[in-house]
């Protein structure tokens, strides 16, 4: 059992940054790949980024490629996204969540979720 908890999302300004933590704790953390998904108003759940158990394959959504950074730090339970260049259509709720698989891109794969964090971005 992995227990998740979001945090750092809020209001931007087209252009700006935020940095998004997800807080794990339960079963071992490293075990893991992390990923992140968002949801917007109307729409589906999206793939935006993953990170494998040991940092060294991360796979990133075409639509943030070049803005977006995954990162993770096993020792402190924690994986991030740094959000740079943010655009209004990035504007959603953003979920991570834990996979057993090593890369995996589609929500059926993963095996826990967060409840979420908004991030608006205004034009």
């Known amino acids: 059992q992995v227990q998740l908890v979001e945090s750092g999302g809020g209001l931007v300004q087209a252009g700006g940054s935020l940095r998004l933590s997800c807080a794990a704790s339960?079963?071992?953390?490293?075990?893991?790949?992390m990923g992140w998904f968002r949801q917007a108003p109307g729409k589906e759940r999206e793939f935006v980024a993953v990170i494998n158990w040991s940092a060294g394959s991360t796979y990133y959504a075409d639509s943030v490629k070049g803005r977006f950074t995954i990162s993770r730090d096993n020792a402190k339970n924690t994986v991030y996204l740094q959000m740079n260049s943010l655009k209004p259509e990035d504007t959603s709720v953003y979920y991570c969540?834990?996979?057993?698989?090593?890369?995996?891109?589609?929500?059926?794969?993963?095996?826990?979720w967060g409840q979420g964090t908004q991030v608006t971005v205004s034009s």
């Open positions: 969540a834990a996979t057993r698989y090593y890369n995996g891109r589609r929500e059926y794969e993963y095996d826990y």
């Open positions: 339960g079963r071992t953390f490293s075990s893991y790949a």
